[in-house]
Each structure stands twice: as C-alpha cells, then as structure tokens.
C-alpha cells in the first residue's frame, strides 16, 4: 500500500464548477499537507499548504485536512479552464529530512 | 523567489551514453533532489542531497548517480543511458515554510529521451 493515494483521474468539469480533488494518507505522523498544481510540460509549483488539521483558504481555492480520518482535500470554486492541471497532494516525511511524500497527481480538465 | 533551474528542456540521447542533467538553486538551500516523472506512476525520487558532497539514495538509484560539489549545483548523471530511461526529470530545492514544514521549488523539468 502506498503511504499517500491519489485518483489519477482523469477528472471533467464544466466552467464554473466546484472541484474536490482528494488525498488519503496512512502515516499518522505527517504534520505538513501540501497541494501542487503542474501545468502541462512545467514542474510543479506550490499552490497551498496547511499545518495539522483544519481548513485554509486562498481565493477560489480551499485546503481541508483531518487528521482523524487521515484525508485531506483541495476545492476548487468557480473552476475556470486555466485551472486545468495535474494537481499533487504532498506531505512532510520526518521533519530533519525534509523529503515530501508525493501523490501519483490528478489531472483535472475544465471544459469552457 | 527560489529559482530553480534545468539546463536543458528537451534532450535527445542515444543508448549508452553519458548524459548529465544540470540543476542549479540560487537560495542557499541545503535539500535538493532529483525526481523521474512517468506517466501512470507520479514522482519517483531518485536521490537527493542534504549538504555539499552528501548524497542518499532514494527509491528508484539505480542506473544513476549524483554529484554535489558546490551548494548550489546538483548533477543528475545516467551512466550508460537506456531507453527505460526516458523520462521527464524534476530538480527541486527545500525550502522551510511558515511553521517550520517544508515544501519544494522545482525546475521546469528536462524531458530526456533516449533512442
């Protein structure tokens, strides 16, 4: 089992959707979530990030992560064509190596 | 801003050759890494490097090496490049976010194919 399961997707939309996208996790000591967005043939760049459990917004876009349930989520409101990307979910490994445990990435398509 | 860069875009090897992928950070990083990107199976890490002259191997090695001699710069190297080594390979620095977590600057990438 992977330490950190991403659907691939691929995920439609029309314009102006809400979009879910979703990660679960198994290691309970992971403290730091992160959401990356990657355009096609870009690395990616980092888009949000939370500590611990709870919610952070920023614009259209909302993180959601509960520790509890060892899920974590980005929404995407108003979903506009240029947020059609692959979006990776990442999580703190131990805190003194800084190595990030990445999802595989779902790649989303907003349809005009 | 971190910048991260890839020396090269887009390369074309033949089977066999030495091939050396340049990475280069301008933010006195201490952590960068290298990464495989493939389609249907996400980011693979290769290696990574916490200091100068330090390196760990990560969970796909071999068939690679690294090198980091100066602070800022970490090579990427393929010994003898095979075809199952096209890819598109990611450079990316640490950086210590609010909070003491961490997250990555990565490069644009270097699509390498091998024929």
């Known amino acids: 089992q992977k330490e950190v399961e991403q659907d691939p997707g691929p995920l439609s939309v029309p314009e102006g959707a809400i979009v879910s996208l979703n990660c679960t996790y198994s290691n309970s000591a992971f403290q730091y979530f992160m959401w990356y967005r990657q355009y096609s043939r870009k690395g990616p760049e980092l888009l949000m990030y939370?500590?611990?459990?709870g919610n952070k917004e920023d614009g259209r876009f909302t993180a959601q992560v509960d520790k509890s349930s060892k899920y974590i989520s980005l929404f995407i409101r108003d979903s506009q064509p240029s947020d059609s990307a692959t979006y990776l979910c990442a999580m703190n490994g131990p805190r003194d190596t800084g190595k990030l445990i990445f999802g595989q990435g779902t790649t989303l398509q907003v349809k005009p | 801003d971190v910048k991260v860069t890839q020396s090269s875009r887009y390369l074309v090897k033949r089977t066999g050759e030495k091939v050396f992928l340049e990475c280069v950070q301008d933010?006195?990083?201490?952590?960068m890494f290298w990464y495989r990107q493939d389609p249907g199976l996400g980011l693979r890490l290769i290696y990574f490097s916490y200091d100068v002259k330090m390196k760990e191997k990560g969970d796909i090695p071999e068939g690679y090496s690294v090198s980091r001699e100066k602070k800022e710069r970490f090579s990427l190297i393929l010994e003898s490049a095979s075809t199952n080594q096209t890819s598109m390979y990611l450079c990316a620095s640490s950086l210590v976010l609010q909070g003491e977590g961490y997250g990555y600057t990565f490069g644009s990438g270097t699509r390498l194919t091998v024929v």
């Open positions: 933010m006195d990083h201490e952590n």
């Open positions: 939370t500590y611990s459990s």
